[in-house]
């Protein structure tokens, strides 16, 4: 392995030679393309055998360029770079050291491989923001490192909400979708659970409003009251005034009877009486992303996703279930 090569798995590999990985794997037992192991027990190609079995096959497209310094993330020790274990580690990393580059690499790479922002919401990204709360309310991280990685996530994820929203623009403007609105309750100014409902709801081909944090109940209600869309979600992070939130938090439920919408609750701080009153009043608590996909399919049991899943990963994800 020289000096400047990258590992890569046997679907980049495969991608980049126009094979199919179960060709490149019989190839990498027949000897006919080098092959490293990780200790974890992954094949793994450095990317000047590639280009050697391009070079003595006459296949000169197949030449690897580059990469930037950004992008050479380090090798896992014991796991596969495709196990979400791995990429977990690369994001938190990136975040607490400001890395944007190896952030998007590690979000793109999941989100890519599964083909579902639910999917990258709770096994990527949930996890690692825990971790990092866990820092700092146990003195190991400071709060503004915790707020600098909630901003550097949220720009990112802007990045895939304004992708996915030009996708959905013919039908959006045909009127061909079914609609959603959402925000956090006012006190609230947790972003990252809002921005990962809508794109959620947007890669099943949603008109999407999110309207953002620190929104006053009263004035949700008169947006359900406006738009009349089948889903409000409210993401609960914090509550202001714990006695008032309940009356604040019926009066929308009743809204949406009346506007027939379907009323969809999250966030670590619905506590267990109001999961309960939630549950037995029409409204759904939702524990985490893939609760509100269970929401959607209810809703409209034909959904599309927006994108589809290119790797191995996703097998993984969906594997250590």
């Not at 037992?29 to 793994?44: I, W």
């Not at 296949?59 to 360029?65: D, G, P």
């Not at 949700?220 to 889903?231: C, K, V």
């Not at 999961?275 to 409204?283: G, H, I, P």
């Amino acid at each position: 392995m020289e000096a400047n090569d990258r590992l890569m798995t046997t679907q980049e590999a495969a991608e980049i030679l126009g094979l199919s990985v179960s060709t490149v794997k019989r190839m990498v037992e027949n000897g006919e393309l080098v092959a490293e192991k990780t200790p974890g027990g992954h094949r793994r190609i450095s990317t000047s055998a590639i280009e050697a079995y391009s070079g003595r096959k006459g296949n000169k497209a197949a030449r690897i360029l580059p990469i930037s310094r950004s992008e050479r993330l380090p090798e896992p020790a014991s796991l596969g770079q495709d196990s979400i274990e791995y990429w977990c580690g690369v994001l938190h990393t990136a975040l607490l050291n400001s890395r944007v580059e190896d952030a998007r690499h590690a979000i793109r790479t999941v989100h890519g491989s599964t083909g579902s922002a639910a999917e990258l919401a709770d096994r990527l990204i949930a996890p690692v923001m825990s971790r990092i709360g866990h820092g700092w309310q146990s003195g190991q991280l400071e709060v503004f490192q915790e707020h600098m990685a909630c901003h550097l996530l949220s720009d990112i994820l802007f990045e895939l909400v304004r992708q996915a929203r030009s996708r959905n623009a013919r039908s959006v403007r045909e009127n061909k979708v079914p609609t959603a609105i959402g925000a956090t309750p006012e006190g609230d100014h947790y972003t990252l659970s809002g921005i990962l409902c809508e794109l959620t709801l947007l890669e099943h081909g949603w008109d999407v409003r999110n309207m953002g944090c620190h929104l006053p109940m009263i004035e949700f209600s008169h947006a359900i009251t406006e738009i009349r869309p089948q889903i409000a979600w409210l993401s609960v992070h914090h509550i202001e005034d714990a006695t008032q939130f309940p009356q604040e938090l019926n009066h929308v439920r009743e809204t949406c009877r009346s506007m027939h919408t379907r009323l969809v609750v999250g966030g670590r701080a619905i506590s267990h009486d109001l999961k309960r009153s939630l549950t037995e009043n029409d409204a759904i608590f939702a524990e985490d992303m893939r609760s509100l996909l269970r929401v959607l399919s209810d809703l409209h049991p034909v959904v599309r996703s927006a994108i589809e899943p290119t790797g191995s990963l996703h097998r993984g994800l969906h594997d250590s279930r």
